[in-house]
């Protein structure tokens, strides 16, 4: 099953092309960290020949407490993408939360992500197909893989098909997520590139009480089955010291350990395809 295949800047996705990759801290922490994640992230894709979209959001709108770190927020955290972008030549992604932040966000970013939980949000997908960027939606943990459809076709009917599916997980009972293998045939069955979330995937949503936690020991094992059924390309938050993330920590993958995991994963994907 071949899907469409897009450019975002040097990255081919779908279409049959090797695996690609998604990664960034959860959350822009500050200029520094950020372009440290970036440039360390670089050099391991550029070292496998994989693929990188650098994702980090500018703000965690939909955060557990009214007292959780949310970003620097839309002006400052495009500022500090646009250094990533123009500094180092890799293309961006990042979350948009409101109508209002599509056009200075498609200005910078190369993939406008619409939130899992803003996922049928017919006017913020209009206002983001209508862009001229490439919108990555992230399927909501409330929807049937199938139900992906529709959302695909509110945005091709304003005359986009630059559209990315991904999976993150659906709801299973209080505080947790299951990842149902079936998702991927039935999503790229629509004809857009599919991508994996296994870092969202294995969090544990306010299963902190102020916070959400996670299970980062099953990233890999989700990952694995993920490419084997099939898919496009993986989502990975990552951080160089996850215990100290300000979002997220408890189900992103130590930058350290990532090379290893992903020459695994690039050696199931071309087995899979």
């Not at 909501?140 to 999976?167: C, H, N, R, Y």
């Not at 299973?172 to 149902?180: E, I, S, T």
């Not at 902190?208 to 490419?227: I, K, M």
Request: charged share 20%.
């Amino acid at each position: 099953m071949i899907t469409r295949e897009l450019s975002i800047g040097s990255v081919k996705l779908g279409g049959g092309r090797p695996l690609a990759l998604i990664a960034g801290p959860c959350v822009i922490e500050n200029e520094a960290v950020t372009l440290r994640h970036a440039e360390r992230l670089m050099t391991i894709c550029n070292g496998l020949g994989m693929g990188l979209i650098f994702k980090s959001s500018y703000d965690k709108a939909n955060r557990t407490s009214a007292h959780a770190f949310r970003g620097p927020g839309l002006d400052e955290g495009l500022k500090i993408l646009a250094k990533v972008k123009d500094s180092l030549g890799i293309p961006v992604l990042s979350d948009i939360h409101s109508i209002e932040q599509v056009e200075p966000a498609a200005q910078v970013l190369d993939v406008l992500q619409i939130p899992a939980f803003l996922c049928r949000q017919t006017d913020l997908l209009v206002a983001a197909a209508q862009s001229g960027r490439v919108v990555n939606v992230k399927k909501g943990q409330f929807l049937a893989p199938w139900d992906m459809k529709q959302v695909a076709g509110k945005l091709s009917a304003v005359g986009t098909e630059d559209i990315i599916l991904t999976e993150r997980g659906a709801s299973f009972g209080y505080n947790n997520l299951v990842v149902d293998m079936r998702s991927f045939p039935v999503m790229r069955a629509i004809g857009y590139p599919v991508v994996f979330d296994a870092t969202h995937s294995v969090q544990l949503p306010g299963g902190q009480g102020t916070s959400s936690g996670g299970q980062r020991e099953f990233v890999e094992f989700l990952s694995r089955a993920a490419v084997a059924a099939g898919i496009d390309g993986i989502f990975m938050e990552v951080h160089e010291d996850p215990d100290k993330a300000l979002c997220d920590g408890p189900n992103s993958i130590p930058l350290s350990d990532l090379p290893a995991l992903l020459k695994r994963l690039q050696a199931l994907d071309a087995v899979a395809r």
